[in-house]
Each structure stands twice: as structure tokens, then as C-alpha cells.
């Protein structure tokens, strides 16, 4: 069986670095900066948002709430559980692990849950296989994934400009499009599994190289640090505290706490 370390010690590991937001979940965030005060960067000088050809967009905790963002359905813990004896820290753990050692490889696959999953089931001799067309259906309800306030505002308010920039994989973000009504509004989906990169590398956005293009996201990481990087402007959404461990590398282009807010800033109301 590979063994992998376990996800803690592998955050513990890498925390110095400056990737490390890559590694960290949102409660993670969240603990490190609730004992810090909060020093948000002064981009009130920037001149104002113009027009841009694309606007490529975050989808979670941007465009709309996903509990199952950074998590497994509920139905792969349970039924490795019931088949190993393990408890369901002991399988979330495994599962975690792998996610966190694929994104230390680099690995595109690191937000593919469902191979995840598999990937552990087989390391623990299970043979079951489980119907993601069924466990979205059951999942994505109203009460897991809904909008954010504004975001039907926001999309018509860019114009048929919108490209979705997202690291989860296609096969759910494209459901969870279809589920809300707003699949119509992008022109296209940008994911791992069709990039065959992360949002934590520049390369994910080469279709886009030299387009005068903005990038909105809340992941200071993924939403401001990289898009920079590639030759996007940004506008960070923040409210959601996803926050840079250490400091400020770069400043977005402008910054807003929600997306309803993020309209304004874009000159669009």
C-alpha cells in the first residue's frame, strides 16, 4: 500500500513557503489570521477598472456557495467505513492526504475527488464503485449550493465575456452550472482536467496569454497572485478571508467584499 504522511504534517512541513495557501482549506486560513489583525492592502491609488476582452471568474465562494467544494460526499466516508471498520477521521484522512500529496506532485488531478476517492478505496482492497451522476443529484440541493447575491447581476453585467476559471474539475462544475441556470452565461469552462493544470500555475490560463484580460476570484493565491502573473488584472473579492499566509507579493487591481460590490468597481452599474 503507498503510504503518504499525514495532510497535517505535510501543512506543517510546507507552512514557511510561499505557495503554501495552495495546502491550506479555508477553516485553515481562517484559524491562522483569526489571532492576527487583519491588514488588508491599500489599492486605493490604482486607477480605475476599464473595459476588458474576457473576464475570466472564480466559481466557488465567488459565484456561488459549494459545501462540497472541499469535501467528499458524505456517501464514499460512510460506505468505506462500513467496509474496512475504519472510522470516518481515519477515512477522512486518507483521503485528504492523497489530496494534499497530489498537490505537493504538482498534479493536475489534486481536485479530482472522485479519483481520490478510488485511488484510496483501492489502497484498502475496495472494489465498489460508486454513480457520481447520482451522488450530484443528491448533493447538489438547494441547501448545499446556491448564489452568491449579485452573481446573476454580475454575469449579465460583463456581457457575454465571462470564462469560467475554476480548479474543480469539469464533471461537477459544469453540473452545478446546469443546476443554478447559469451555464449560458460563460463561454467557456477553464478546469484541471482541461488546462491539465491547477490555478496555481500560470499555464492555465495560455489560451489567454496577451488578451486584455481581469480575473475575479476571492483565493488571494489562485484570484490575485497567479492571474497577476500570467498578465491578467485582478479583482480580489475578499470577504470570504481567504487571506495570504505570509505577506502582500503582489496587490490586486482593485479589491471588493462581495461580488454584488465587484460590479460597481468594474463600472458596470
Known sequence: MKSHKNYSSIIREIIEKRACAVFLNTDDRLAIKSN???DYPDVSGNPSLGSFEIYTVDLDDT?????YAMEVFPDYVIDICNLTGLHPAEVKNLIYSEHYWR???????????????????RRLNITKRWNLKELQ???????????????IEFLESING????????????????LEKLNIRHYFNRILSPD????????????????GLNRIHVGDDYFFDVEI???????TLWVYGNGKFPIGGYEALPNA???????????????
Not at 475554476?166 to 461537477?172: A, D, I, L, V
Not at 482541461?194 to 496569454?209: C, E, Q
Not at 492571474?227 to 488584472?233: E, H, K, N
Not at 467584499?257 to 468597481?265: E, G, N, Q, Y
Open 36 to 38: 492576527k489583525e487583519i
Open 227 to 233: 492571474p497577476l502573473q500570467s498578465g491578467s488584472s
Open 63 to 67: 459565484l456561488f456557495y459549494n459545501e
Open 194 to 209: 482541461i488546462t491539465h493544470y491547477t490555478k496555481g500555475n500560470v499555464k492555465f490560463y495560455s489560451d489567454y496569454a
Open 161 to 176: 465575456k465571462a470564462v469560467a476559471a475554476t480548479n474543480g474539475f469539469s464533471k461537477y462544475q459544469l453540473k452545478i
Open 103 to 121: 498537490l505537493s506532485q504538482g498534479m493536475y488531478t489534486a481536485f479530482d475527488w472522485e479519483s481520490i476517492v478510488y485511488s484510496v478505496a
Open 137 to 151: 443529484e443528491k448533493y447538489y440541493s438547494a441547501d448545499n449550493v446556491f448564489l452568491m447575491n449579485g452573481a
Open 255 to 269: 479589491m471588493a467584499p462581495d461580488i454584488s460590490s465587484a460590479i460597481r468597481l468594474l463600472g458596470k452599474r
